[in-house]
């Protein structure tokens, strides 16, 4: 009797722990294609913006999710965008500030405003690069204020 005590106890110790470790890793991989990690707004865009670019490999594979309008220079590749958004650098001067996207489903209105979800990657464009491969792109409203300042580290009095 004493012996299948101890079996059983073992069973149910193993069991309880295997069921934890695998609620564990189920909970870390709906979480991290349900939620963005890294969420940009009208406040914090060019900040996040300049960190990935300073950062790239640490961001490398961080899902993230932003809006902005949508930006094409000649050469870009076919499926190369940037997600956009004007930048405020003195009071008459602006800048397009914003990521380099890839995607094969990508709205091609030039100026059309959108939400995007993408992973961080490392890519290439007249050198190396985080580039946002888009998970999911849809046309959005075009926001009050479509300008951004620059990031923290470097606004004066604008």
């Known amino acids: 009797m ?11 110790l193993t069991f309880v722990a295997l069921a934890c470790i ?6 870390g991989i709906y979480s991290r294609f349900q939620l963005p ?7 914090n865009f060019t900040t996040i913006l300049k960190d990935v670019h300073d950062n790239a490999y640490e961001y490398s594979g961080e899902t993230i999710k932003f809006s902005g309008y949508l930006y094409k220079a000649p050469d870009f590749k076919q499926n190369q965008f940037v997600i956009a958004r004007n930048m405020k650098v003195s009071e008459s001067d602006y800048r397009i500030v914003g990521f380099l996207c890839e995607s094969d ?3 091609e209105d030039i100026g059309t405003w959108v ?3 993408g992973i961080v990657t490392l ?18 409203k075009k926001p009050k204020n479509i300008t951004v300042k620059p990031p923290t580290s470097l606004q004066t009095n604008l």
Do not use: E, V
């Open 2 to 12: 004493k012996l299948f005590s101890i079996l059983s106890r073992r069973k149910i």
């Open 22 to 27: 695998l609620m564990l890793l189920l909970f």
């Open 37 to 43: 990690s890294i969420c940009m707004t009208s406040r």
């Open 105 to 107: 489903d990508w709205i």
């Open 115 to 117: 939400n995007a979800k």
């Open 123 to 140: 890519g290439d464009y007249h050198g190396p690069m985080p580039i946002i491969k888009i998970l999911k792109i849809q046309k959005a």
